[in-house]
């Protein structure tokens, strides 16, 4: 009797592909989305803003918003084939366009994603740096006055994000997750209300009387000359694109969520709640960051304030930022950890170092698995991501650079064209018709935010001056 018992105990504690039983809910996705979705991105829109204008800009924040909650709710039907609510499941983003669509495809969506999450997880060292030195040259201010020369290098504060990185990337799989996500998010909000406050206060308070605003954004002739609006104006709608681009880890959450109520209809109302927030913190943040510092908003909005007073709450949103960061990047680079670890073990089965889990009691935590290859490869690829972060510490070209990168492919041309398939919607009707217009627009900005972007980099390439303290 007793086997039977534990069988069924066993079976009641895994899903129906008989892997470890998923416990994602609607608060647990939402989060993991917030946690993708406010980035950094959110520190850039000030200036992307004032680069557009009150037209434009937040025109744009809203049509990407529609855009990206659409193209989820399109990717979020793909997690499971042929039936959306009683198909197979996908695990990645690779899995569900090798079930939707095949060939060639499976592999051009490899090399956007994780291309993309390199990319991203550099970003990220480099903001959070910025952040910690933000914090080290306002208390150095407040200590030693305003004329102080408070220099401050960037490079032992990426080791020092790098090394808790080290630690964190120890945890094994984005089930584990979660915990780190609600905090991520909780900071996300922290900081962007601490910027949001700020901005009003300069406003209210007559700092914004001598600020000059415009219907179309930087003045041609009185602020940049005409090619660098042009320039200006494509990495600005880069920088919003990337600003909302999550879809890189869509399938990976929707993978940690129970199987009932259905996961597509979690996602898709993850994905409403996430995109939603999110644009309403855009829209106010960059606006009111925008009518704060008009045509000359900074890159990032709070370093903006200057690093007087009120010092400790510029500090305190500088740490919030860190903190976000610190569990974004876990967020992006879980699913690159998974993808590599799973082909190594197929790869090497038979590799002892690859697949034997060692148990540790760790107190206070309980059994705690360990592996030799994940400890190796996961510590290696922080270092990496660490030393290229500390090559081109460049924020704001480099954002919209991945963002344009990645946001054709993975979140407009692979959801739609799988939607296309999977509904087998007929040549040159009207669904395909605006579909795919939908889609060309989308390349199109992809284009001219890429082209913006590199513009971008080699003008701060030309001003860099490597291992200058800053």
Wanted: aromatic content about 14%.
């Amino acid at each position: 009797m007793e086997p039977h018992s534990s069988t069924l105990e066993i079976a009641k504690n895994l899903d129906d592909d008989g892997r470890e039983k998923r416990t994602g809910t609607l608060v647990t996705a939402s989060a993991h989305i917030i946690t993708a979705v406010i980035g950094s991105g959110v520190l850039s829109l000030a200036w992307a803003i004032a680069q557009l204008g009150w037209v434009a800009g937040p025109a744009v924040l809203m049509a990407f918003s529609f855009i990206t909650y659409f193209t989820s709710t399109l990717l979020a039907d793909s997690y499971r084939t042929p039936h959306p609510v009683s198909g197979k499941r996908n695990y990645t983003y690779m899995d569900v366009v090798a079930a939707n669509l095949g060939g060639k495809k499976v592999q051009l969506c490899g090399i956007a994603q994780y291309v993309n999450l390199v990319g991203v997880t550099i970003g990220y060292t480099i903001t959070a740096s910025i952040s910690m030195v933000a914090v080290n040259k306002s208390n150095c201010y407040h200590k030693e006055g305003h004329a102080a020369s408070c220099k401050s290098s960037n490079y032992q504060y990426m080791m020092i994000f790098a090394a808790i990185q080290i630690i964190l990337s120890q945890i094994p799989n984005f089930h584990k997750l979660s915990w780190l996500s609600i905090l991520a998010a909780v900071m996300s909000f922290a900081y962007s209300s601490i910027g949001l406050g700020l901005s009003i206060a300069k406003v209210v308070g007559g700092g914004g009387d001598h600020v000059r605003t415009g219907l179309t954004g930087v003045q041609v002739g009185v602020d940049v000359s005409g090619q660098e609006k042009v320039w200006r104006t494509f990495q600005a709608i880069g920088d919003i694109a990337f600003a909302y681009a999550y879809s890189t880890v869509l399938i990976e959450i929707q993978d940690t969520l129970k199987s009932y109520p259905p996961e597509n209809k979690v996602m898709k109302k993850a994905s409403l709640a996430g995109v939603s927030t999110t644009t309403i913190f855009y829209v106010l943040c960059g606006c009111v960051g925008y009518a704060a510092f008009g045509n000359n908003a900074p890159g990032n909005f709070l370093t903006g304030f200057g690093f007087y007073e009120p010092f400790w709450l510029i500090d305190f949103a500088n740490v919030c930022i860190a903190v976000h960061l610190i569990g974004a990047y876990q967020v992006f680079c879980q699913p690159l950890f998974g993808f590599f670890e799973i082909k190594c073990r197929q790869w090497w089965p038979d590799s002892k170092f690859i697949t034997t889990e060692h148990i540790l009691n760790v107190p206070f935590y309980g059994e705690y698995y360990i592996n030799m290859f994940r400890l190796v490869w996961r510590t290696t690829y922080v270092i990496l991501t660490a030393v290229i972060a500390m090559i081109f510490p460049f924020f704001n070209s480099f954002l919209g650079l991945i963002g344009a990168g990645s946001f054709y492919p993975l979140t407009v041309y692979f959801p739609i064209e799988m939607y296309i398939a999977r509904a087998k919607i007929q040549r040159f009707s009207f669904t395909w018709v605006w579909l795919k217009i939908l889609s060309w627009v989308c390349l199109v900005v992809s284009l001219v935010a890429a082209i913006g972007s590199v513009q971008g980099l080699l003008t701060d390439v030309k001003k860099y001056k490597p291992f200058q303290m800053e």
